[in-house]
């Protein structure tokens, strides 16, 4: 039980209910500092200003809380009834009710951490809205010209990217947009990359990613609107997110999960390089079928010619239907290579327009110039910032109490310092008054 007899007021007739709560609120509010409190959330509700009001009980008992707005936003998981939870915070007297309550600075869940129940509270919903159907999931593009990828230019996955579709697929073009991957403004910043992206002409599948890191730092990639916007995305969309082990939410919405940034441009360039086989193995096949077609056309005119040799009076039809043969076989002959000649210059000018050099020249002459303009506004927004601080600063400091203290002014509270005091009439001759001044406070009291 706690001691208030030090607290005690001194005996008077009697109290105003708004007194008696004020002294209970220096008193709850004085004797407690940062407490935590375990319990089970009910009548859990987040008005539309924000903040959050909740019950914490156990089987005896029961506390009211509040998180308001500026700590609430911050919470990885939404609060539901019947959750077991540990809330940290201040104890308060809502002077209105005649309440305490708790106001909370932090709340975490008890077993599942806090990150875990926001990713399967998600997962949970976005599953029941059909975004993870396989049968929405489209397959990835046979031969892509151009490929786009979101992620940091500062991270080792687009160099890993960019090395391995060059060196496996050298006429394919890269479009990168970049984007912050970790961080409370990450989730956006890709949102607004993946629709810049999907905008670009003739873009076929868009790799989305990062490299690893913990928990903490892939989650951006956990987040409802990225999530949604995968989904609209029109083409294609490979997710690539961390190490083999990580799994997100941005894993399951994705078109194909690949379990590196690595891996992701290995299997948009795997489909190019089985194209490239398949030509190969047809062009095979059609230079075998052509040499066994002259093969077994040659032992026809073999056995042909044969036959005649055993006629002597038919020296000149064997000579004559040889030639014909000859020129019969030619004709087909060529008119086979011929058609295999162009198929094959056909598919050699396709991969030739995709050079690698320009596409590398364009992709560099490009991302100076985003560079360039990205440091510009870069600037831009710095200045202004700095600009609107400043006003801000000055504007705070005119309407500062302490500046008007610093004038020579003085406030004038009751002894207790519960009251300012405004007229004469609120003391009379022998109380106690309190004199704050702009550096230290004066006890004095009252004469006359």
């Avoid at 109290?15 to 709560?21: G, P």
């Avoid at 949604?228 to 799994?247: L, Q």
């Avoid at 919405?253 to 360039?269: F, G, H, M, W």
């Avoid at 200045?383 to 500062?400: P, T, V």
Wanted: aromatic share 4%; with cysteine; proline share 4%.
């Amino acid at each position: 039980m706690l001691p208030f007899e030090d607290v005690r007021p001194a005996p008077r007739a009697a109290f105003s209910v708004s007194e008696l709560t004020a002294r209970l609120k220096g008193v709850v509010e004085n004797r407690f500092g940062v407490v935590a409190v375990e319990g089970e959330i009910s009548n859990c509700r987040q008005w539309s200003s924000g903040h959050v009001y909740l019950t914490l009980k156990d089987d005896y008992a029961q506390l009211r809380a509040v998180m308001f707005r500026t700590t609430a936003r911050l919470l990885k998981f939404r609060p539901e009834d019947g959750q077991h939870v540990v809330a940290r915070g201040r104890l308060s007297v809502y002077e209105a009710k005649g309440e305490y309550q708790l106001v909370c600075d932090t709340l975490e869940p008890l077993g599942l951490g806090a990150l875990q129940l926001a990713f399967e509270q998600l997962k949970k919903k976005l599953g029941a809205d059909g975004l993870f159907d396989p049968a929405r999931k489209r397959p990835l593009p046979v031969l892509p010209r151009r490929i786009g990828v979101v992620t940091s230019l500062d991270g080792a996955a687009i160099r890993d990217i960019v090395r391995i579709l060059t060196t496996r697929h050298p006429s394919v073009r890269i479009v990168v947009r970049a984007a912050r991957v970790q961080g409370d403004d990450a989730a956006p910043d890709l949102v607004r990359a993946l629709a810049a992206i999907a905008r670009v002409p003739d873009v076929d599948v868009v790799i989305i990613g990062r490299g690893g890191g913990s928990a903490e730092d892939l989650w951006a990639f956990n987040d409802e609107r990225l999530a949604r916007a995968i989904a609209a995305c029109p083409v294609p969309v490979i997710s690539a997110v961390g190490h083999e082990v990580d799994f997100t939410i941005a894993d399951f919405v994705a078109d194909v999960r690949a379990a590196t940034p690595s891996n992701a441009a290995e299997l948009v360039v795997d489909r190019a390089d089985n194209f490239r086989t398949r030509i190969d193995r047809a062009d095979h096949r059609l230079r075998a079928t052509v040499q066994l077609a002259f093969a077994r056309r040659r032992q026809i005119a073999h056995r042909l010619d044969a036959s005649l040799r055993r006629w002597p009076a038919g020296v000149v039809l064997r000579d004559r239907d040889r030639r014909q043969s000859d020129v019969r076989l030619r004709r087909a002959m060529s008119v086979r290579l011929g058609r295999a000649h162009q198929r094959f210059d056909l598919l050699r000018r396709r991969l030739e327009r995709r050079d690698v050099r320009r596409v590398t020249a364009e992709l560099a002459a490009r991302l100076t110039a985003a560079d360039v303009q990205l440091r510009a506004l870069a600037s831009r927004h710095r200045h202004a910032a700095e600009s609107r601080s400043r006003e801000l600063a000055a504007r705070l400091h005119a309407l500062s109490p302490l500046a008007v203290l610093g004038r020579g002014y003085a406030v004038c509270w009751n002894d207790d310092k519960t009251r300012i005091i405004r007229a004469d009439r609120d003391v009379q001759p022998g109380d106690g008054v309190r004199v704050t001044l702009a550096e230290g406070e004066l006890h004095c009291r009252v004469q006359e």
